[in-house]
């Protein structure tokens, strides 16, 4: 059985930092890609970063447009965890924060992790 618990939210100034963590179980992880998605107020979900297992091949990351440059997707599959690091961030990011397979899986949101950027 997979399960994803996501930390690391929080309340930020537009052009501040965040970390999100993402820990996961089960032993799919491994072999998976990975990514984080996000739920805006009034908005679909949608999909925000996803990186490769790395088994077959190196590491190969992927962003929406509206976080390219800002943000960054890593793993350790040694701990199990995926992170997304949010540089520069802008009112429009505040939103509920996922991770989850790409492409995910029903069965895998967890609670998500609240981001609000506001001055």
């Known amino acids: 059985q997979v399960q994803l618990v996501e930390s690391g939210g929080g309340l930020v100034q537009p052009g501040g930092s965040l970390r999100l963590s993402c820990a996961a179980s089960g032993t799919i992880f491994r072999i998976s890609t990975m990514g984080w998605y996000r739920e805006a107020p009034g908005k679909q979900r949608e999909w925000v970063a996803s990186i490769t297992s790395g088994i077959r091949s190196g590491l190969s990351t992927n962003y929406a447009d509206s976080v390219k440059g800002r943000f960054t997707i890593s793993r350790d599959s040694a701990k199990n965890a995926v992170y997304l690091q949010m540089n520069s961030l802008k009112p429009d990011d505040t939103a509920v924060y996922y991770c989850?397979?790409?492409?995910?899986?029903?069965?895998?949101w967890g609670q998500g992790t609240q981001v609000t950027v506001s001055s």
């Open positions: 989850n397979t790409y492409p995910s899986a029903r069965t895998y």
